[in-house]
């Protein structure tokens, strides 16, 4: 095997892993048995042993001595964290998606929470997660920063802070986002990159009041 092909299917092995941890396919705090990965995926253990190295440098994952490999589990204080960086690059990203993208793009864009009204519905809970984190996944890739981009898919930092579900409910995120929506097909970019920070920092303060139980 050349070291071209070598290289793409080291990145194929990361790519799945990776999709398995945001999935949750491979939940927090879960020890990584390594020949199992290998056997699903048909290769050996040297692409796996080199995507691990990789993902626990990102901390998807992390070594425990004598242990092996375990999904890292984030604290609320990481949580906290996440929403406050998100603030910041999602409220910035926000902004250039607005300068940069087609009116096509924003009205995809709009669309996501079509459908949504409260009260949910039994299965609306679930599908309402997946369009958010669809939703925010957008700006980021319509912003057309490359590095937003990069910092978003090398940290993961958008999927990680699901990793304890919503932290605020429905009740509370879903008038927040028709505002932010309203702001965006407006093509606002003041009121929109206000009203996304203020989200995600509203989010920040309720796993901040979740520490303090």
């Keep these: 095997m050349s070291v071209i092909d070598t290289r793409i299917l080291t990145e194929h092995v990361y790519e799945s892993i990776r999709a398995l941890i945001l999935g949750g396919e491979l939940e927090p705090g879960a020890k990584i048995n390594k020949k199992e990965l290998a056997d699903s995926l048909g290769v050996s253990l040297t692409p796996v042993n080199d995507a691990m190295s990789r993902l626990a440098g990102e901390k998807y994952i992390e070594q425990i001595n004598r242990r092996g490999y375990f999904v890292k589990s984030y604290s609320l204080e990481d949580l906290k964290e996440m929403y406050e960086v998100r603030a910041g690059l999602e409220s910035i990203a926000v902004r250039l998606c607005l300068e940069r993208a087609s009116d096509t793009d924003l009205h995809t864009l709009a669309r996501h929470f079509d ?99």
């Design 115 to 213: 459908g949504f009204s409260l009260p949910f519905k039994s299965g609306d809970l679930s599908r309402y997660t997946d369009t958010d984190k669809r939703f925010h996944g957008m700006i980021i890739e319509l912003s057309g920063n490359s590095m937003i981009q990069e910092i978003n898919e090398t940290t993961g930092y958008v999927l990680k802070s699901y990793q304890k579900g919503l932290v605020r409910p429905p009740e509370e995120t879903v008038p927040e986002h028709a505002e932010i929506i309203a702001a965006i097909l407006a093509r606002d970019a003041d009121v929109a990159q206000t009203l996304i920070a203020r989200h995600h920092l509203r989010s920040a303060r309720a796993v901040s009041r979740q520490q303090q139980r």
